[in-house]
């Protein structure tokens, strides 16, 4: 397969997990009516860790001393930015988490020009500031800057750490050993938060089928496919795709929520994917450099 095939490949991969987060917003928001967040995550992922070990058991024995401490990295980042974003979403409105959680479109460029030395072309940045603007359009009624803000915008930056660091340690053929570590250090972090005060369970057989969703299509699967994309793509180009997330969250909320198809959804769905398109389609030129160096830890 050439590079460039897949590269679209590892695009339209990376787009389909983005759908699955964005299938979540509204059964999330639902869940946390009857189960504590850290309950949530730390079940969620107990059963996305445990899936993936049953389908991969040796995968994680596989990795290299680097690849572990990478992955270790990688997981107590995610956690730390799940537990936060989760937290946020019980004291903001849905609408607002979804965009203030999608300004890591924002703060990846530039935590990789950063930390990565990335050279972002102005048409990338062009991209950053139209997918921005779609978000804005789309969830945005009005924004109080609160403590569920607040934490929000934390969990932003630190997705936006995780996805420079995938694109500097990712690797495709490691990418089923890193996901599983990753899945049980976030499990384990959101565990040692909620074992003093014991673990609460979803009491129905809805909860439970939300729950299992949640833990193997929009957890296990879809963190095992953005480690393999982010093996192929740089972390900016990954964070315009993902921005795609609220796009998805809204029409899901049309589709199976009820809600009604506005303007305003039309307007900003249309701008983050013409950002999208911006960036997939539009040549882009050589790097001196190259797009990502390698971080060391």
Not at 90 to 95: F, M, N, V
Not at 162 to 176: Q, Y
Not at 241 to 256: C, D, I, T
Not at 269 to 295: C, K, S, W
Request: glycine share 10%.
């Amino acid at each position: 397969m050439t590079e460039r095939r897949t590269a679209l490949v590892a695009t339209v991969a990376l787009l389909a997990m983005t759908a699955s987060w964005g299938s979540t917003f509204f059964l999330i928001k639902d869940l946390l009516d009857r189960v504590p967040t850290l309950d949530f995550l730390a079940v969620r992922f107990a059963i996305a860790a445990a899936a993936m070990l049953l389908v991969a058991p040796r995968a994680v024995a596989r990795l290299s001393p680097a690849s572990r401490r990478h992955a270790l990295v990688l997981g107590l980042l995610y956690g730390a930015a799940q537990v936060l974003q989760t937290a946020g979403l019980a004291h903001t409105a849905a609408s607002v988490s979804g965009f203030i959680t999608g300004m890591y479109v924002v703060c990846t460029p530039l935590l990789a020009a950063l930390l990565l030395g990335t050279r972002i072309t102005r048409t990338t940045w062009a991209a950053v500031a139209l997918a921005t603007g779609g978000l804005a359009v789309l969830t945005l009624e009005g924004v109080a800057v609160g403590y569920g803000e607040g934490i929000t915008l934390v969990a932003s930056v630190l997705y936006a750490l995780h996805i420079v660091g995938l694109g500097a340690w990712s690797r495709p053929e490691e990418a089923l050993g890193m996901s599983i570590l990753q899945l049980l250090v976030i499990a384990g972090l959101c565990f040692v938060a909620t074992v003093p005060d014991g673990v609460v369970l979803p009491a129905t057989q809805g909860d439970w089928l939300s729950l299992v969703y949640m833990a193997l299509v929009a957890g296990a699967a879809a963190l095992f496919v953005q480690t393999w994309a982010q093996g192929h793509l740089p972390p900016t180009r990954a964070a315009i795709v993902m921005s795609m997330e609220p796009v998805f969250a809204a029409g899901f909320a049309v589709l199976l929520g009820g809600e009604q198809v506005t303007l305003r959804l039309v307007a900003g769905g249309l701008m983050v994917l013409t950002a999208m398109l911006v960036v997939e389609l539009v040549p882009r030129r050589r790097v001196v450099e190259g797009e990502v160096q390698h971080l060391v830890v």
